[in-house]
């Protein structure tokens, strides 16, 4: 169960989530609108000290234009990612978890388990980053005035490990105190920026001698060309100023908290980018036309007249400053990344600026983290944190997960060398991107009637640009970085893959392969079957597949991975009863091949009688060019005691199939196949459906090597059974048993058909497989022991060809098979010429066999016209006096 009370992450009805919303809000949970909950988060998550710190730098080396482009760049990149997030987010009801929730409900628990992991985990320790930032701002005003605690290094440790007590503290009181806190420091942002903007029209004669001019054309000209300096190029530049546009999922992290996703979502994260992209370029052209690249601060550097070597913009102005040339010169945009400071009409702003934009994203990470590790914990993609899933209070805080952020960031702000792990905390953030992006194209490919966002402003090929841009802009920031993302999710999807995580979310992934699985199997209808490619596809009357265990891992040792196997299941009795067997049925047994591991499918039948079901399957199981070809079916060994109608309708099974062009396979074990008296079928499966792993009777069966031929030796009858309490972890190649360990031991006869049940599902060893070629029948008596030897447990397995003979020419009938099967490229260690084949049988024979039939004859002529004819209706099993003659010269002598 769930918080939002859906098992395995169902979606909920409409209804049922307005009322679980009203419910909600009746109790006081606080609930957040698209401005206070999505708009403002992202503002200052988007507006970091880039602003204030290096967007003046980034000016000086690229030019105005090129900054510009920059700027562009990242807001195209950022602009798609936000179109694709809005589409997601609107295509149904969107719960807590952020891009993790977007991902894995779009794409799959692999690819969210993955991004979901990375994303926290960026998350936490992108808090760090910003506290370490806004820890050296205030350890440099601390050096200028000379209030150093210790040094440098650990006062940073000292002023960040404070700050995010702090923050923490923050968190803790609840989203309402940190959504106040995002207000408060939204607010003094803005003054800053606005500081910035009315010092531009305020050029103080003290500050021309530092680069700052006022609105001229002349430094608008000069600088809007590039200037690159000490090794940097554009993409350089850009991998410097891209990680300031990462903070556009900020509002959907905490989509748990927001009392109409879907329309906050798109709405405020759009207008947060528009916003800061404008304010972005417009600072941007604004310190490019107002300071030059260098300025000595030099009050003396001022002139009168005109000079002639001089074609600078300062120049222009009064002003030399070619002694920069050399460099060395502290102030101008290549050289002070203070600019912003020096502008501004009041300083101190400006450094309150850059306090409220790394407190606000260190705070809005710091609450992001958290919400997104919860979220994951809850679907338990990986078991391990799931103690982490726990919130508190009515507003279901995760406060373990708060914890667990907090010591990630203290350690990375202990570190306080943060140089190579930030390209890398960036690379993580695009990952996601790029999947959101993916997430949209991929579920439009899909074309699932269930894709329909409410926001329709998007394009799937649009944002499959989004997602390459994404990759590109990956290795374009650090490419070693962008390695090691894409190994680390790859491992995580792999780990998740693997683990087969029990949820069902109606990923785009389950589309598109329903998708492909479907335009494959049309286009295969064109293609006209060629003997060459012929597969045995077996439709394998098996009933309960667990009743059957042997039948079934005989059939799958030669199936798998190269043709189809169906599982027949007839139901037989009253019609509405059967009805509601077949409808619990088909989930719970194809889930039990799935669990033990057999590629097969599972398809049950309504029917008066078994040759009727057998027909309905012979007739319409498969899909197209995938549909069966072999019937395969258990030997009836009681077929000398049983119902006399019953063996009719046996052996009418096989008639039936040669009429429907299949071909026939007959198992027989000598202890039997059916297990299901022993396995308590229906608790059996009752407890593996409360169960997530089917719980096995171990039973050990030593298999000697010393014959030659597949047997089985098997345990003595004294041989403890027990059942596992818990489940320890095997492969599906034990014999599915459940029997109550108190309940009485098992027979020699039921322990002999338990260890049969298992003989297939071993290593087979160096044992033989006898083919006997009586006849050519097409081939499939050679191709079933071939295919069994391709598989691991029967590779050392030889086949040895017995063929029919005569006595004075062995050798070339030897010859005639071993050419043949040369030509089949089919290995075989031996052929065996029965030469006495045609040799006719003996009178003591022909009298047992004579004896054996005498019971299931006709008699007619010994009968009335009409007494026989009655028998013959009633008992269409008898032989008659004509099939005796008929089939006289196969068992008789001449």
């Not at 546009?245 to 207008?271: E, H, M, R, V, Y």
């Amino acid at each position: 169960p769930f918080e939002d009370g859906y098992a395995n992450g169902e979606e909920g009805t409409p209804t049922g989530d307005a009322t679980a919303t009203y419910t909600a809000e009746s109790k006081g949970i606080v609930k957040f609108g698209w401005i206070k909950g999505v708009l403002v988060r992202c503002m200052l998550n988007i507006w970091g000290v880039m602003l204030f710190i290096r967007l003046s730098w980034i000016v000086g080396q690229a030019g105005i234009g090129l900054a510009v482009l920059v700027i562009a760049m990242a807001t195209v990149v950022t602009t798609i990612t936000g179109l694709s997030t809005s589409a997601i987010a609107t295509n149904g009801f969107v719960r807590g978890g952020g891009a993790y929730y977007l991902i894995s409900r779009s794409l799959g628990p692999e690819f969210g388990g993955a991004i979901g992991l990375i994303f926290a985990f960026a998350n936490a320790v992108a808090v760090a980053m910003y506290v370490v930032g806004f820890a050296e701002t205030v350890v440099e005003l601390l050096k200028e005035h000379n209030l150093i605690m210790l040094d440098q290094m650990n006062d940073i440790r000292i002023i960040g490990a404070i700050t995010i007590v702090v923050l923490l503290g923050i968190s803790v009181a609840g989203m309402e105190w940190e959504a106040k806190a995002q207000i408060v420091l939204l607010v003094i942002l803005l003054v800053a920026i606005v500081d910035f903007i009315i010092g531009t029209f305020i050029p103080f004669e003290s500050k021309k001698s530092k680069g700052f001019f006022g609105y001229q054309g002349e430094i608008f000209y000069e600088n809007f060309g590039p200037d690159f300096r000490e090794e940097e190029t554009f993409f350089s530049v850009f991998a410097i100023f891209f990680p300031a546009a990462t903070g556009i999922l900020a509002g959907a992290n905490i989509s748990g908290d927001l009392a109409d996703p879907q329309l906050a979502i798109p709405k405020g994260t759009l207008l947060a980018i528009l916003i800061t992209t404008v304010v972005y370029m417009g600072i941007a052209v604004s310190v490019g036309a107002c300071v030059v690249r260098d300025a000595t601060g030099s009050i003396n550097d001022t002139f009168v007249g005109e000079l002639t070597n001089c074609t600078t913009a300062a120049c222009k102005l009064n002003f030399d400053f070619s002694s920069c040339e050399k460099g060395g010169c502290p102030y101008g945009l290549m050289n002070n990344f203070q600019v912003m400071s020096m502008v501004s009409g009041f300083a101190p702003l400006i450094s309150a600026g850059i306090f409220s934009a790394t407190l606000s994203s260190a705070l809005a990470s710091l609450v992001s983290a958290p919400k997104i590790f919860q979220a994951l914990c809850k679907d338990n993609i990986y078991p391990g944190f799931l103690m982490f899933a726990k919130g508190y209070g009515k507003n279901n805080e995760p406060l373990r997960g708060y914890l667990l952020t907090f010591l990630i960031a203290l350690g990375f702000i202990l570190i306080a060398e943060l140089n190579v792990i930030a390209p890398i905390i960036s690379n993580f953030f695009l990952a996601s991107y790029a999947l959101i992006n993916f997430s949209v194209f991929h579920a439009s490919l899909a074309k699932s009637p269930g894709w329909r966002p409410a926001f329709k402003y998007y394009n799937m090929w649009v944002s499959l640009v989004g997602a390459i841009l994404c990759c590109i802009v990956m290795f374009v920031i650090n490419w070693w970085a962008a390695l090691l993302t894409y190994v680390i999710v790859l491992g995580l999807y792999i780990y998740v893959t693997y683990k087969k995580p029990d949820v069902n979310w109606g990923s785009s992934t389950q589309a598109l392969t329903y998708l492909n699985a479907l335009q494959h199997a049309v286009r295969l209808t064109g293609v006209e079957d060629h003997v060459k490619n012929f597969r045995p596809q077996c439709l394998v009357m098996s009933g309960a597949p667990s009743s059957r265990p042997a039948l079934l891992h005989l059939v799958h040792a030669f199936t798998k991975n190269v043709g189809l196997m169906i599982c027949g299941h007839i139901h037989m009795g009253p019609r509405r009863q059967a009805m509601k067997e077949l409808s619990t049925d088909l989930p719970r047994y194809q889930r039990w091949l799935i669990k033990n591991k057999m590629k097969a499918f599972y398809a049950p039948v309504h029917a008066e009688d078994l040759r009727d079901g057998a027909q309905y399957l012979m007739q319409a199981a498969g899909l197209g060019r995938m549909k069966p070809n072999t019937l395969v079916l258990g030997f009836k060994k009681d077929w000398q005691s049983a119902d006399m109608n019953d063996v009719d309708t046996y052996i009418n099974l096989l008639h039936d199939a040669f009429d429907f062009q299949y071909g026939v396979v007959v198992i027989r074990l000598r202890e039997g196949l059916d297990i299901s008296h022993l396995q308590g079928q229906e608790e059996f499966l009752s407890s593996q459906e409360k169960s997530p792993v089917t719980k096995d009777i171990i039973v050990n069966v030593d298999y000697s090597k010393k014959t030659e031929t597949v047997t089985s030796k098997p345990v003595s009858e004294k041989a403890p059974i027990h059942k596992e309490d818990d489940d320890d972890g095997k492969t599906p190649t034990q014999p599915l048993l459940k029997k109550d360990p108190k309940g009485p031991a098992l027979n020699m006869a039921d322990q002999k058909l338990l260890d049969a049940s298992s003989q297939f599902q071993k290593k087979q060893g160096k044992n033989n497989i006898d083919v006997w070629w009586l006849f050519d029948d097409g081939g499939l008596t050679l191709l079933i022991p071939y295919l069994l030897t391709t598989k691991k447990k029967w590779k050392d397995c030889r086949i040895r060809v017995f063929i029919g003979g005569k006595i004075n020419r062995i050798d070339h009938d030897r010859r005639a098979m071993a050419t043949l099967l040369s030509k089949f490229r089919i290995d075989f260690s031996d052929i065996m010429v029965l030469g006495d084949i045609n040799t006719k049988p003996k009178k003591e024979n022909i009298a047992a066999f004579e004896e054996m039939i005498e019971p299931f004859r006709l008699h007619e002529d010994d009968k009335e016209q009409d007494v026989a004819d009655k028998m013959k209706e009633d008992e269409p099993w008898r032989i008659t006096d004509n099939e005796i003659e008929l089939y006289k010269t196969k068992w008789q002598p001449c």
